[in-house]
Nanobody
Framework: EVQLVESGGGEVQAGGSLRLSCAAS????????IGWFRQAPGKPREGILC????????YYADSVKGRFTMFFDNAKNTAYLKMDSLKPEDTAVHYC???????????????WGQGTQVTVSS
């Protein structure tokens, strides 16, 4: 089955760190743009970070620049979002995604993970 499975969310105090995992199955992360969106209650979904496994270019939203980083473990076919210096305003459901995923039955222009809750207390 082609899917992205996220893990690693939880609750942390302001200033703390968390690492989210996005494990791909049914396809390789290599050759795709992989990224993260988040959605806080009552707010629109916000794209925060994405990285191309093709040319290794990375985009960071201003809201996370200098605090969040993304890296890949090709052996585990997993992308990671490392979040440092967390703030209460980072509280949201975080979703990973992959662009342009093909499989035997078709094609996903965007494949989404199930989301994981990150809660930062002050």
């Amino acid at each position: 089955e082609v899917q992205l499975v996220e893990s690693g969310g939880g609750e942390v105090q302001a200033g703390g760190s968390l690492r989210l995992s996005c494990a791909a199955s049914g396809f390789s992360t290599d050759g795709h743009v992989i990224g993260w969106f988040r959605q806080a209650p009552g707010k629109p979904r916000e794209g925060i970070l994405c990285s191309s496994t093709i040319d290794r270019s990375t985009y960071y939203a201003d809201s996370v620049k200098g605090r969040f980083t993304m890296f890949f473990d090709n052996a585990k076919n997993t992308a990671y979002l490392k979040m440092d210096s967390l703030k209460p305003e980072d509280t949201a459901v975080h979703y990973c995604y992959a662009e342009g995923v093909t499989y035997s039955g078709g094609f996903y222009s965007t494949l989404w993970g199930q989301g994981t809750q990150v809660t930062v207390s002050s």
